[in-house]
């Protein structure tokens, strides 16, 4: 009876002895990914130049080389990211059915037209380049990590999807629905230049503004420019 007792306490020995070496671990990488997440958080808003002066490793091993993975997209997402902002930021949207271009691109609105068109035209490669560039697929081409253990790779797939993935960064939403309204506006907008361009000779303009000789012509302008004041 006393070698069982004897032999049942050494068992118990051996999973206690386990189970605190597991537990070692486990809080060893969660205080080392901790530690990463929050360097990462720390730089995910900042210019890219600032990120670029934020490229010193805080971490060693093999979290170090995720933390050099990590960075690497990040300053280049922020480049694709920017270049959507750029577009909506350096664009006068107005401008497009403004009366005094109205009046100087009268009767084709070639310029207007083509204006319009090159901005979403821009504005959508952006943002179809960011959306690939934010795909799993693309963030694995950044992963640089000299190990075989998939803990590495989770964790720095779980880092970027946190901060810029398509399947849970609020970006996502945002950016989606940023494109969806310039895109209808310009819609709007170019519709309103195709009613003037196929009614010209029927309207004029007088002391900035426009009008119609047919009632009908100028309801339907009306309506799109009422659809525009809608969405600003």
Known sequence: MKKKYKCLILII????????????????QF???KKLILEIQRIA?????KQEKNQDLKCKGAYAEVEKSV??????YTKKRNRIDKIINNTD??????????????????NLQKEITDTQES??????NWQKFTTEKNMLTYYKVDSDDLYYEELYLDILKEEYGLDVSYERKDYKDTIEFYDSVMKIQKEALELLKNTCGTWEIKEGNIYFQNKADEMEYQKLIEKLQKLA
């Open 93 to 110: 949207f107005s401008k497009f059915v403004s009366v005094e271009n109205i009046e100087s691109d009268a009767p084709q609105f070639t």
């Open 31 to 33: 205080q080392k990914g």
């Open 123 to 128: 504005l959508d490669k952006a943002y179809n």
């Open 13 to 28: 020995g051996l999973v206690f002895v386990t189970v605190v070496g597991y537990w070692g671990v486990g809080e060893y």
């Open 71 to 76: 960075k690497k997209y990040t300053i280049d």
């Open 45 to 49: 808003d900042l210019s890219v130049k």
